[in-house]
């Protein structure tokens, strides 16, 4: 994509990513790449793209030391292999918690401790051991004195719940009541809070056309394709949405209340098999940019407004390595060079970023390599630009992309010498906008704050994790789903109820 669309496109992702009191938006860290980044440079990454959040897959220690003072606030996680040594023996717990928190905190943001992944629909032989893994835990961390900090939950998928539509009759599988039952008094007692793993891409394919993709993709729906449910008559715009209220809907049937409920993993494949239609960038684009934008409003799903729904995406960059169908390698939304996979919020960005009458000047989308680099080296050189941002380690280096070096070497050029005559053209490879390229810390002169400044509070976005076998699997039960739609349609025809 352009440069000045992929830097409109950041500044909004981070603007609406995130935001300062409301929801935020973190992004999970999957490390199966064949070559996957420094800790630091996928610090500089997320620095460089304002992610404030991340949930890690594991407790790397590079990463941890790497996440250190950046203010990122961090997830990290038990995986499925050492769940059954932390459930079975207290003392494993704590050296768990002195090794992979007591020693970083708080220098390291570590706020959440995920245990395990999807137990209970992947590993089910370890359910018993799931509930006192994570009260080991919990001792451990009130033993260092940091249990008001740092909150203990473990994920679970869409499987927990067999029925989520409509959302008011969801409940949990009945094999699971007493298990769940209490791991949610432990939740409650901690003051921790659910983790849900909610992906309505699977949801959407699994139900064969019976949910339209644009309730998935959170596109408006025609008049006739309206979904409420029949129960609560709440309105749903969107199937995230949806799973959300099917997972408070379940808590309160096991008569449990004040559980938050956090997004720990959802997102959208950007590229898939032949039989994988669906799992295209230009969807998954449009997925996780109207993600951000729902829960950037801050808003609860219909039965619980006042809760906003923190998210994670999943996940920062595709993982080569894991096996599977196509898509299960596509789920990043960033190369691992720091660009970004497809357009983020594009149409918003114009309308967010475009209205200063100043100008930038910057690298021209589709620019030859070789022009951008001899714009670099005279820029830098004889037109003595102001190049110290961009070197290694610096606030502008990352992305380390030519596009994006020579965008600031251009403008910091353009906006020293326009007033003796500088042009900006170098050979044709730059441009001129008037939508400000600043990202994070990397600061563009020439620009007012104006058109973003305010959008760069807070944000939250979410990390690392050695992405263990946490599979994305939604259990829908597609007979019964037609079953109940068939009914609830017959019983209120004017609503139009899909479900
Ligand atoms: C860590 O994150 C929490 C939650 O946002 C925040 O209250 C706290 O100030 C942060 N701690 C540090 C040391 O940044
Ligand atoms: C509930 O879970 C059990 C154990 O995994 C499974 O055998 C059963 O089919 C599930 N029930 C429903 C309705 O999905
Ligand atoms: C499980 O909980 C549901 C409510 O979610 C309840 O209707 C059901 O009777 C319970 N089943 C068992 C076996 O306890
Ligand atoms: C929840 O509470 C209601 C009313 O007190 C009771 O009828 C129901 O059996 C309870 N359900 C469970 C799963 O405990
Ligand atoms: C926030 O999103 C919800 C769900 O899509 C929607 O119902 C509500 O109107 C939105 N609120 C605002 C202020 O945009
Ligand atoms: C830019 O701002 C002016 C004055 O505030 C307004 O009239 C115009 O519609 C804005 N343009 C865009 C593209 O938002
Ligand atoms: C970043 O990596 C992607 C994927 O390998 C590649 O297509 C793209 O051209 C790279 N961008 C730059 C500017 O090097
Ligand atoms: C940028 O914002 C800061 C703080 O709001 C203000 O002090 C400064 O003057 C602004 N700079 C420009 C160029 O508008």
């Not at 994920?155 to 599988?173: C, D, E, L």
């Not at 056309?209 to 709440?234: M, R």
């Not at 967010?352 to 030859?368: E, H, K, P, V, Y």
């Amino acid at each position: 994509m352009t440069f000045d669309i992929w830097l409109q496109a950041i500044l909004l992702f981070c603007g609406v990513l995130f935001n300062a009191e409301g929801a935020f938006v973190g992004i999970n860290i999957g490390t199966g790449l064949s070559s996957l980044p420094s800790a630091a440079d996928i610090v500089a990454i997320l620095r460089a793209h304002q992610i404030t959040h991340v949930r890690l897959y594991d407790a790397d220690a590079h990463m941890l030391n790497a996440l250190s003072n950046t203010g990122i606030e961090v997830m990290v996680s038990v995986t499925n292999q050492e769940v059954l040594a932390v459930g079975e023996r207290p003392s494993t717990a704590a050296a768990w918690i002195n090794k992979n928190v007591a020693a970083y905190v708080p220098s390291t943001n570590i706020t959440a401790i995920a245990v395990g992944s999807e137990i209970l629909t992947t590993l089910p032989h370890a359910a018993p051991i799931l509930l006192p893994a994570m009260s080991n835990l919990y001792k451990a961390l009130v033993a260092s004195n940091l249990n008001f900090q740092v909150k203990v939950s473990t994920p679970h998928s869409m499987g927990v719940i067999p029925r989520p539509f409509p959302p008011s009759t969801a409940t949990f599988n009945t094999t699971w009541n007493s298990t769940i039952f209490q791991i949610l008094q432990f939740l409650k007692n901690t003051k921790s809070f659910y983790m849900l793993n909610a992906y309505p891409y699977y949801e959407y394919i699994r139900s064969n056309g019976i949910f339209p993709l644009e309730y998935a993709l959170f596109q408006p729906l025609s008049a006739v394709k309206q979904i409420v449910d029949p129960n609560t008559l709440f309105h749903y715009n969107s199937m995230f949405d949806a799973l959300v209220d099917a997972t408070y809907s379940s808590i309160a049937a096991l008569n449990m209340s004040g559980i938050p409920i956090v997004v720990t993993e959802t997102g959208w494949p950007s590229l898939g098999g032949a039989n994988e239609p669906d799992a295209t960038a230009e969807n998954a684009e449009t997925y996780n940019n109207n993600l951000i934008r729902r829960v950037s409003n801050d808003s609860g799903p219909p039965s619980q407004l006042n809760i906003p729904i923190n998210t994670y995406i999943y996940e920062l960059f595709n993982e080569d390595k894991r096996s599977g169908p196509v898509s299960e390698r596509n789920w990043g939304i960033f190369f691992t060079n720091g660009t970004a996979v497809y357009d983020l919020s594009l149409s918003v960005s114009d309308s967010l970023g475009a209205n200063s009458s100043t100008s930038f000047c910057i690298a021209r989308q589709g620019a030859d390599e070789s022009a951008l680099q001899d714009g670099i080296n005279w820029a830098c050189g004889q037109g003595r630009a102001d190049c110290a941002a961009i070197q290694q380690g610096q606030p502008c280096y990352m992305p380390n992309t030519l596009q994006n070096h020579a965008s600031y070497a251009y403008n910091d050029y353009y906006q020293r010498m326009r007033g003796s005559g500088g042009t900006c053209d170098f050979g044709g490879s730059a441009t001129l906008t008037t939508a400000d390229p600043s990202y994070g810390s990397c600061r563009f002169t020439g620009g007012s704050n104006s058109s973003t400044a305010g959008l760069f509070p807070p944000p939250a976005l979410g990390p690392v994790g050695p992405s263990s076998e946490s599979s994305r699997n939604v259990v829908l039960h597609f007979g019964t789903v037609v079953a109940v739609i068939a009914t609830l349609c017959s019983v209120d025809v004017n609503l139009r109820n899909i479900w």
